[in-house]
C-alpha cells in the first residue's frame, strides 16, 4: 500500500515535529543546503511557493541515520 504524501510549509513541519527536536530554523538552514545534504529530494515549488513532502521527509531522516552509522 502507497503511503498519501502531504505537503507542508517549514513552519508546519516544525509544529508536526516539535517534539522530535526540529525547529522552523533548523528546517530552513536544511532546505538552504538541500543541494548538499540530500534535502531537495522533500521539496516541491509552487511557484515562490516551498512545500516539503512528509513522506519523503521521513525517508530522508532514515537516510541520514543510515549514513551515520554505515
Known amino acids: 500500500m502507497e503511503t498519501q ?3 507542508l510549509t517549514a513552519p508546519k513541519l516544525a509544529e508536526k ?3 522530535a ?16 545534504n540530500g534535502f531537495n529530494r522533500c ?5 515562490r ?3 516539503i513532502d512528509e513522506v ?3 525517508a530522508w531522516l532514515r537516510s541520514q541515520r543510515e549514513a551515520k552509522v554505515a
Open 21 to 36: 527536536g526540529f525547529t522552523e530554523a533548523g528546517i530552513r538552514w536544511q532546505l538552504f543546503n538541500r543541494e548538499h
Open 17 to 19: 515535529y516539535k517534539s
Open 49 to 51: 511557493r516551498v512545500l
Open 56 to 58: 519523503e521527509f521521513i
Open 43 to 47: 521539496v516541491v515549488r509552487v511557484g
Open 5 to 7: 504524501s502531504q505537503f
